[in-house]
């Protein structure tokens, strides 16, 4: 009695654990409407969380899964054309798949119009459907929904020309699904007949049961210490925004306002040091208060999802791209960018005939209009890059990390006075640093032309193309550096055109050359890995050199299992889809690594699964879920994604695990993160699991 209890806690605690891991964005309710007469509708409502989209109807194939209605039984009933989406639908170009994908978001409803045709009905039909997320997808999903009962009206007289028509039209979208999902199951069908035979008597010396037994509990304590985490920490941001804030403080519109603002300071309270002394840290403490309410406002106003769906529009990405070249145009000299006189003129005379704390602040209000020319750049892309990290407090954080730079110098220079003789003073390095900022904003406006020029595929910017930039922006960077070229900026008196750069300036300048020689091999297909984020995706280069990649050999769990076994080696399970655009990314950017591929083809065997197989099993399958929930898997798909959800606890992807040829778990699991060395200390962590 005692074992019994035992066994059932144990398992109830497993589908706790893998219930709770499960990601559950989307929720569907479903009700027949009629009204009387012979037809009727079935409503699917649908609740998504935000961050998430789900795809409307009619994709044509083109990767993500569509919404659409199977019907298990109908009788009594015959559906009226094809399913319907109601609600705000948006679209947008998608550049990993080529074409414009149609998604919901926050709310939809899909409507299936039906038609009575016996006094009694029995329907039993399934809403199929992707849901989605910048981050990961979830597997196929569905809903179901039954009912039966007594027809309010029956339709006597069926149109015979309009059934046929009906039937040819769900033949010939039958028959185009099909050819689209064997278009998109080609290169799993290609690499299971690559792969190595599996003898029948292996196969049938599988232990199923231990093969398909949960793991979630292993994995959960493997990645409490050694789990691989995609998201960016708060500490990250922290430091980016100090770092951008250090920059900012170095320009020539901030850095020669310390000591004068300083001097102001102390000179207010020159009998009383204390009282110039905190007057200036309030000032500083009023930066900071400033731009932090910034990154407060630009989230309250927007949110993380929306900025980050903002970052990603194309007409936003060429308005950056053209106000950076403005600004690197006026860096280098051409023209000089100021905010309206008359705004830092009457905040200055507001500040003047106010006291207190109000006077302080509002001088410190001053120096964000004045010093906008220098720091709206900075603060711009900062933000952006916050906002896209995907945590709420991003913005604000990252503000504050900037402001703290920024007010740094005031206070100790304060609290200091006799640095301030020491401080460098404005003058020919100040220009250099401009100079140098014009180049890198020139870099980054090619970077947002390149995200619009994807989205509408319009090729003006492809791999080779953006290289090609980039070198000339750094090879240029470099020159200016060592002092073979000049800005009209740099030359002030005569002579200044042979004065010689400040060797810190001629290290910089050969690191740039050498910078600009590395990307050289890019344009022959090299993957130029400290560019990759920056650089459009390799498959837009017309000539390519490298024709490397990794292929799984096995797509069949039990097979590949299998071979494992024989070969006595450990298992590298790829939970992946079709229409998984990060799986991709993952696939182009880390595998291809050369250490990867080789720890890959050599030291595991790559199963790959796809969780959005649409090929049919040969026998439905009925099984229960974590929750209790009976379900039956028709397609190879269907069966994929209940093992991620049955065994390991999860339910997106690409989600990766190292797997001993019975099933156990040999380390935590890997999702989408584009980082080589994290990914190498995951497979290593597996293999030395696997030899102990």
Known sequence: MMKKIAILLITATVALLAAAQMA??????????????????????????????VYSTNLNGAGPTEAAIVFNKKDGVEPVGSLKAVGKEISQYDEMFGAKLRYFENSVQFVQKVKFTKPNYDIDADLEYGACNDQSCL???????????????????????????????????AKAKADSLAALAAAAADSAALA????????AALDHDALWKPVVGDIQRFDGTDGASGGRSLWYIFLLGLLGGLVALFTPCVWPIIPMTVSFFLKRAKNDKKKGIKDAITY?????????????????????????ALSTNAVFNIFLCLLLVVFALSFFGMFEIKLPSKWSNAVDNKASNTSGLLSIFL????????????????????????????????????????????????????????????????????????????????????????????????????????????????????????????FKSDIVEPGDETKPMPVICIMGGLI???????????????????????????????????????????????????????????VFLDFTGF????????????????????????????????????????????????????????????????????????????????VDPQGNALSGSFSYKEDVPAFLNFLDGGLTKFKE
């Open 24 to 53: 559950n964005p989307v929720t569907f309710t479903s009700q027949l409407k009629t009204n009387g007469t012979s037809e009727g509708e079935i409503v699917f409502t649908g609740k998504i969380d935000k961050g998430w989209h």
């Open 139 to 173: 597997p196929p999903s569905s809903s179901s929904f039954k009912k039966a009962g007594k027809s309010p009206a029956v339709d006597g007289e069926k149109d015979k020309d309009k059934e046929e028509k009906e039937k040819a039209d769900a033949e010939a979208l």
């Open 196 to 203: 190595p035979a599996v003898d029948s008597a292996a196969l």
């Open 284 to 308: 500083g403490i009023s930066i900071v208060v400033i731009y932090l309410a910034l990154g407060l406002i630009v989230t309250a106003i927007f949110g993380p999802s929306a900025l980050n």
């Open 363 to 486: 001088m410190a209000f001053t120096l964000a209009l004045v010093s906008f020319s220098c720091t709206g750049p900075i603060i711009g892309f900062l933000l952006v890059d916050f906002a896209t990290s995907g945590n709420f407090w991003g913005p604000a954080i990252g503000m504050f990390g900037f402001a703290l730079a920024l007010a740094l110098p005031f206070t100790l220079f304060a609290l200091f006075p006799s640095w301030l003789k020491s401080a460098p003073k404005s003058g020919g390095w100040m220009n250099i640093l401009k100079v140098v900022l014009g180049f890198i904003e020139l870099a980054f406006a090619c970077k947002f032309f390149s995200v619009a020029d994807l989205a509408y595929g319009w090729h003006l910017m492809d791999r080779e193309v953006f290289l090609c930039l980039w070198i000339a922006i750094f090879g240029l960077l470099g020159l200016y550096l060592i002092g073979k070229l000049k």
């Open 512 to 570: 740039s050359i050498a910078f600009a020689i590395y990307m050289l091999p890019g344009l022959w297909g090299a993957p130029c890995k400290a560019v990759s984020a920056f650089a459009p995706p390799m498959n837009t280069q017309d000539f390519n050199l490298n024709t490397k990649e990794v292929r799984a050999a096995y797509t069949d769990y039990e097979q590949g299992m299998a071979a494992a076994a024989a070969a006595g080696k450990p």
């Open 579 to 658: 229409g998984c655009v990060n799986c991709r990314k993952m696939e182009a950017a880390v595998w291809t690594d050369p250490t990867v591929a080789d720890k890959l083809n050599k030291d595991y065997v790559l199963i790959s699964l796809f969780v959005d197989d649409k090929r049919p099993l040969p026998e439905p399958i009925e099984v229960t879920e974590a929750t209790g929930e009976k379900r039956t898997l028709r397609t190879i798909g269907d069966k994929w994604s209940y093992l991620q959800r049955y065994k390991f606890g999860s339910n997106t992807q690409p989600f990766y695990v190292c």
